[in-house]
């Protein structure tokens, strides 16, 4: 059974960090890229970055401008985001999600994790 758990969210002020981990279970974690995605409240779900299957290509949303650093740990099977400089914009649910693999799709994702950022 594939599992992807997020953990790390919380709290933080305008200005502040957060890394995020993901640790996932139940699929050759290696073979495949994963993602980071986010809903904040009361909008959409919003692409945050990809990384891919031995994170030697990364991929961000053009929104991010560079604050975002997604990275990962085949040999721990963990996905990581280290978020600076966080704005009150990116508040949000955070979700870990598995891509497909036979396209540009995700297939699994975890339960997420809330940041709030907020003075």
């Known amino acids: 059974e594939v599992q992807l758990v997020e953990s790390g969210g919380g709290l933080v002020q305008p200005g502040g960090s957060l890394r995020l981990s993901c640790a996932a279970s139940?699929?050759?974690?290696?073979?495949?890229?994963m993602n980071w995605v986010r809903q904040a409240p009361g909008k959409g779900l919003e692409w945050v970055s990809t990384?891919?299957?031995?994170?030697?290509?990364?991929f961000y949303a053009a929104s991010l401008k560079g604050r975002f650093t997604i990275s990962r740990d085949n040999a721990k099977n963990t996905l990581s985001l280290r978020m600076n400089s966080l704005k009150s914009e990116d508040t949000a649910v955070y979700y870990c999600?598995?891509?497909?693999?036979?396209?540009?799709?995700?297939?699994?994702w975890g339960k997420g994790t809330l940041v709030t950022v907020s003075s």
């Open positions: 999600a598995k891509a497909r693999g036979s396209d540009d799709g995700m297939d699994y």
């Open positions: 139940g699929f050759t974690f290696d073979d495949y890229a």
């Open positions: 990384i891919t299957w031995n994170g030697g290509r990364t």
